[in-house]
């Protein structure tokens, strides 16, 4: 069956960006988020997006309008019942991800895919808690959606061939590059990623460096167009935390210990960007 109408389930930063790149390829999008809140935050924040496009000629005025008319957003779980993939991407909580999948489970048509857009989770425990683990699958998406171009595609062990095609199609469609991987911790990209970001803060914590050198070495050294530091604050250090104890616990092994300072840093609520402050201010 064509996709013709996109689920996202969250309109938070990962949310909104998969709805508003959605939407710019041509489908119909349904956002469901759990309040009213969210949803004008999440708009808000796709509007600023296509306005930025539209400030540098890169989009017009109507074409931003369309887009934009293509978004419906809704409190309501069951508004998601047409559309042939739902992408979810709520917080990187298994519990909280898995009680998702199993209501999309009861509200979509039989043939619908269901996708998250985990960054470390097992795709394989998701699916378990469906009766269609053959149609979930991992899209994960980086951030900013909009602007990069890669989708690390999942594949649980259940995960069949077809959904993994439809799911590689669809990627292309929204102007992506789709690279598989299959369903371990951290997948490929947060398993290299985040140890070279925790081993960062552990330079920090043990004093062999400032925030500001680890930073400048990693980018003048390395090529690097941000530092780890200022990448985990943009991340999310209580994200960056989550996926280190997946790692910890998915691997048994100590080299993912996550560093007592980012476990200090999530208790003070000092969780980088979104709240002013992490290993820099805001």
């Known amino acids: 069956m064509d996709i013709k109408i996109v689920g996202v389930i969250g309109a938070g930063t990962m949310g909104n960006g998969i709805a508003q790149v959605a939407a710019r390829a041509g489908f119909d999008v349904v956002m469901r988020d759990v309040a009213e809140d969210f949803l004008k935050r999440g708009m808000t924040a796709i509007d600023k ?97 909009p602007v990069m171009k890669l989708v690390e595609v999942i594949r649980g062990a259940a995960t069949s061939v077809a959904t993994y095609e439809k799911v590689r199609e669809l990627s292309e469609k929204l102007g992506k590059t789709p690279l598989e991987c299959q369903d371990y911790p951290g997948f490929i990209s947060n398993r290299v990623l985040m140890p070279m970001i925790n081993e960062a803060i552990f330079a920090l914590h043990e004093g062999v460096a400032t925030r500001e050198s680890i930073d400048g070495i990693m980018k003048m050294g390395m090529n690097h167009p941000m530092g780890p530091l200022t990448l985990a604050d943009f991340i999310g250090l209580d994200v960056c935390l989550a996926i280190m104890n ?31 402050r992490g290993f820099y201010e805001y």
Not at 101 to 123: E, G, H, M
Not at 251 to 273: E, H, I, N, Q
Request: net charge neutral; charged share 30%; proline share 4%.
């Open 49 to 145: 997006s296509l306005q930025r496009d539209v400030d540098k000629e890169r989009l017009s005025e109507r074409d931003k309008q369309g887009i934009i008319g293509r978004i419906k957003t809704t409190t309501d779980l069951p508004a998601l019942s047409d559309a042939i993939i739902v992408v979810e991407a709520v917080t990187e909580d298994l519990a909280v991800k898995t009680e998702v999948f199993r209501a999309l489970d009861q509200i979509t048509q039989a043939d619908a895919i269901l996708a998250s857009n985990t960054s470390s989770i097992s795709i394989t425990k998701l699916g378990s808690a469906t009766e269609r683990p053959d149609k979930v699958i991992g899209m994960h998406f980086m951030n900013p959606v």
């Open 246 to 276: 997946v790692l910890y616990e998915g691997f048994a092994d100590s080299k993912y210990r996550p560093c007592p300072m980012l476990k200090r840093y999530v208790d003070a609520g000092w969780l980088g960007k979104k709240t002013g």
